[in-house]
């Protein structure tokens, strides 16, 4: 299973970006998948999660109602719209498989200035 995460980059508080994943391997829609993001010095937090047929839905209270995460079954594509971005958000973000085994891509840095 690869997992290829894009689109972070350097953007100002109130701005929106959007990380897109890809994921290859074994069929995509056999998988859980999500977002987390890892702050320096911090541990990895959960962001937000997508069951494998998109019904159930959950983010970390840091990002309840800014942060929108979506699948894509027929472009093996996982993203997350981020909007109202703060300085706070600023992380390496990593896209998350899971299916029997629990996959991580190689991470994508989200920096948010004041």
């Known amino acids: 299973v690869q997992l290829q995460a894009s689109g972070g980059g350097l953007v100002q508080a109130g701005s929106s970006l959007r990380l897109s994943c890809a994921v290859s391997g074994d069929p995509f829609s056999t998988y859980t998948l999500g977002w987390f993001r890892q702050a320096p010095g911090k541990e990895r937090e959960f962001v937000a999660t997508v069951s494998r047929a998109g019904g159930s839905i959950s983010y970390g209270d840091s990002v309840k109602g800014r942060f929108t995460i979506s699948r894509d079954n027929a472009k093996n594509t996982v993203s997350l719209q981020m909007n109202s971005l703060k300085p706070e958000d600023t992380a390496v973000y990593y896209c998350?498989?899971?299916?029997?085994?629990?996959?991580w891509g190689q991470g994508t840095q989200v920096t948010v200035s004041s």
């Open positions: 998350n498989a899971k299916s029997g085994g629990n996959y």
